[in-house]
């Protein structure tokens, strides 16, 4: 069969033009010849610019490092810095105040608070978690985690412990109790509960009874009133259902049979194409468009071995109860799925122009997600993702409002391409790059009629401060870049300047990772501070990290602290544009250094390796401490850049980087030796393309386009799958 072919010598890889022609178009009945000349006269219009904006990178980064160079040994005057970087447009004038218009916004993002997800789109057993991770059982999270310190006869490590299971009811109640409080007595001692009316009613065994203290939090129900399966309460917008189950596993135990409490957990979930996937040519590209093609269908199926089980995972359905007037009341089964293309640099092998050129990635991602994303807005029934007829495209990793405004301007022709209402094509814009934070405002003016989210990516962001300013002097090690000014100035000011531009009530304030999978206890500590930032959602690795990171959203009111936000002195540009450097008066003992370098070598090599090897990319990787680390190609920018920096000013050696990339192979190799099918670094010495590029990322470093690790982890990548 011949395929359409656009006509102005455009080449489309037969692969890709198959899974378009074969998989997407008859779905659409859209007509091949005109999609393929529309494309391709969309990547003929827009390649130069997007080309353009990536030489304005490299000319202002030229710039800046000869400021620096020009200025070496001398302390940094922030004053003339500022002026220098106003001069050469790197920071632009900020216009008068505005509000953003964004229309269609589906409730998780525009009104509600609660976690964000993100997950790997190219592993679709992941994905469908995340899909349903919408919902989490509360449970499960308690017992697996170490929110309850596994020690003193609460271990996890011999089958099911009734001790561990008794500790997680009581806090699990004791939740129940902290949220949604009896008007007398606690959850702990209820031996049943109805529905009265409009109420809840908790008996006791003394035969005593109590409503809530906030009888509205009752919302709805399933089963009979008086013997309910499950009652359905509802505190700051976000759900929480007990189910019950006098012969359930745990409801047979309970006093009130309640046998879980689920917690409404991702609100929102970023599907991700971008930082956690290596997807490196045609081939890689068409298995990431293809989950998101059975995840906006509602088709996806996984099927995998479990616990010695065959199972197939699929997305959940909606949920369904009856309200207190006896009205249907359903609710989303799924977490609101949102998008993340590629950002602008790359080019992917998927078509070549007239010219013979790759053409860029985000150019097709923008295309062929929105054209599939667009088959969810053609339903009025089953599995839908929006109901408001958006898309939602996360665009990571724009450099200023220029960039921004490109973004809409692709948007813009995909729309009209696509035959799609302006606007339906919604972004979220990372705001993780330093020329983004500094002109924050004027990106989000480029985006006013279709921004969904400002999110504080803070990996690339550091990864970017340390690019930026890489002539200016050795940074800090890591640990300490993140306790500086900069950091909280930029956390600060994203939010502060997210409510002056009316985003509550339209598109979300977003904070970034928690980077440790399974220190759950300590992101519990540590993640309440997202909410009470006044950020409306923040990101977590896991669907079990949703549901946990869910319940800093019950005790914190982010909206109500908008106010206080709007009240306080804003965040200052100079704490902004002051570079976490080792000040003069500070001297690294050997043996921080050692550390350092050490363990940045063991995260780089540990997630190098399975990436460049396996094409996996996202992993956990132990730390020098043994703490699980996720990393994915931001944390990697962290490491790489920030070893190119102390080795470019001499607070290590290359000789100590070769020999701790020696040693520290060898712990990966030990990591990894249970992985069937790994080659080991230290043994396949100079063949390993993995350890060849982990050089390559450090030792070329500086002369990385902003820092960026794909596209040496790409070139290392296609030559392990050709061979
Ligand atoms: C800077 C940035 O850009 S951050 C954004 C990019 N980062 C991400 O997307 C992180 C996504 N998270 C992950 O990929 C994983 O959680 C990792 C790699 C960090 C850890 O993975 P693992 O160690 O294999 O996970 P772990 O063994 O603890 O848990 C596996 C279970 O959790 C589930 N799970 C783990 N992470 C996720 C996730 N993000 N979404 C959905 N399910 C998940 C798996 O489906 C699996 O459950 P299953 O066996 O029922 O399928
Ligand atoms: O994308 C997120 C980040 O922190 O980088
Ligand atoms: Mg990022």
């Not at 003016?445 to 300013?469: M, P, Q, W, Y």
Request: charged content about 25%.
């Amino acid at each position: 069969m011949t395929m359409p072919q656009p006509k102005n010598n455009s080449v489309i890889q037969p692969d890709f033009s198959r899974f378009i022609n074969e998989e997407v178009l008859p779905l659409h009945k859209m007509d091949a010849n005109q999609f393929w000349q529309d494309f391709s006269q969309l990547i003929e219009d827009l390649s130069p610019i997007n080309r353009q904006l990536l030489a304005k990178r490299d000319s202002l980064q030229q710039q800046i490092d000869d400021w620096h160079l020009a200025r070496k040994g001398q302390p940094m005057d922030i004053n003339e810095y500022e002026a220098f970087l106003r001069e050469i447009g790197y920071l632009v004038e900020e216009g008068e105040d505005f509000t953003i218009t964004t229309t269609n916004v589906d409730d998780e993002i525009a009104k509600l608070a609660g976690p964000q997800l993100v997950v790997p789109v190219k592993n679709a057993r992941f994905a469908l978690n995340a899909a349903n991770a919408r919902w989490g059982s509360l449970y499960d999270a308690f017992y697996g985690t170490d929110v309850i310190a596994k020690n003193n006869g609460l271990e996890t490590n011999k089958g099911y412990n009734p001790a561990r299971g008794e500790a997680v009811i009581k806090k699990a109640k004791a939740f129940l109790d902290e949220v949604f409080p009896l008007e007398n007595g606690s959850h702990q001692d209820v031996s049943s509960y109805v529905v009265y009316y409009h109420h809840l009613l908790a008996f006791f065994e003394d035969g005593s009874q109590s409503g809530l203290k906030q009888a509205c939090q009752l919302v709805a129900v399933n089963g009979q009133r008086s013997e309910p399966e499950a009652i359905l309460l509802r505190n700051h917008g976000l759900h929480v259902e007990i189910q019950f189950d006098r012969n359930g596993v745990n409801g047979a135990k309970d006093k009130a049979n309640i046998n879980d409490i689920l917690v409404e957990s991702a609100l929102s979930t970023i599907i991700d194409c971008e930082d956690s996937v290596a997807a490196v040519d045609t081939e890689d590209k068409i298995e990431v468009y293809r989950n998101w093609l059975g995840l906006m269908q509602g088709t996806l199926e996984a099927s995998f071995k479990k616990d010695g089980e065959i199972q197939t995972r699929r997305m959940n359905p909606d949920k369904f109860f009856t309200d207190l007037d006896g009205q249907a009341y359903p609710l989303h089964g799924r977490s609101l799925l949102l998008i993340r293309n590629v950002g602008h640099l790359m080019e992917c092998d998927l078509m070549q122009d007239g010219l013979g050129n790759f053409v860029p990635e985000g150019i097709v991602d923008a295309v062929v997600t929105s054209l599939i994303a667009a088959l969810d807005l053609k339903k009025t029934e089953g599995l839908r993702n929006s109901r408001t007829g958006s898309i939602y495209i996360v665009k990571p990793k724009m450099h200023g409002p220029e960039e921004v405004a490109f973004s809409c301007e692709l948007f813009s022709r995909v729309e009209d391409m696509l035959g799609l209402a302006r606007n339906t094509l919604k972004i979220g814009i990372m705001d993780e790059e330093r020329r983004t934070t500094l002109n924050l405002k004027e990106c989000i003016r480029a985006a006013k009629e279709r921004v969904v989210f400002i999110n504080t990516g803070f990996l690339d962001r550091t990864g970017d401060e340390i690019h930026t300013s890489m002539q200016a002097g050795a940074f800090l090690p890591k640990e300490q870049i993140k306790s500086q000014a900069w950091i909280q100035a930029y956390e600060n000011r994203n939010v502060e300047i997210g409510l002056a531009c009316g985003l509550p009530g339209r598109a979300q304030i977003g904070k970034g990772m928690w980077a440790m999978p399974d220190e759950m206890a300590a992101m519990m500590e540590a993640k309440v501070t997202h909410p009470k930032s006044g950020a409306n959602t923040a990101w977590v690795p896991s669907p079990t990290a949703a549901t946990l990171h869910a319940l800093h959203y019950h005790q914190i009111d982010v909206f109500a602290r908008h106010e206080r936000v709007k009240q306080r002195t804003p965040a200052s540009l100079k704490d902004l544009l002051t570079v976490p450097l080792i000040p003069d008066n500070l001297t690294l003992s050997e043996k921080v250094i050692e550390r350092e370098v050490d363990n940045n070598i063991q995260g780089l090599l540990g997630y190098v390796v399975r990436w460049v090897e396996d094409g996996v990319g996202c992993s956990k990787v132990p730390d020098i401490n043994n703490v699980g680390l996720m990393e994915d190609r931001a944390t990697l920018r962290i490491s790489s850049q920030h070893l190119a920096n102390w080795l470019l000013h001499g607070i290590c050696s290359r000789a100590q980087i070769e020999e701790s990339m020696q040693r520290m192979a060898k712990v990966v190799d030990e990591q990894n030796q249970a992985t069937p099918g790994y080659r080991p670094m230290s043994e396949q010495g100079a063949n390993s393309q993995a350890f060849k590029a982990a050089q390559d990322l450090i030792f070329k470093g500086v002369i990385q386009a902003n820092g960026y690790t794909e596209p040496l982890l790409h070139a290392y990548r296609i030559k392990v799958k050709q061979a």
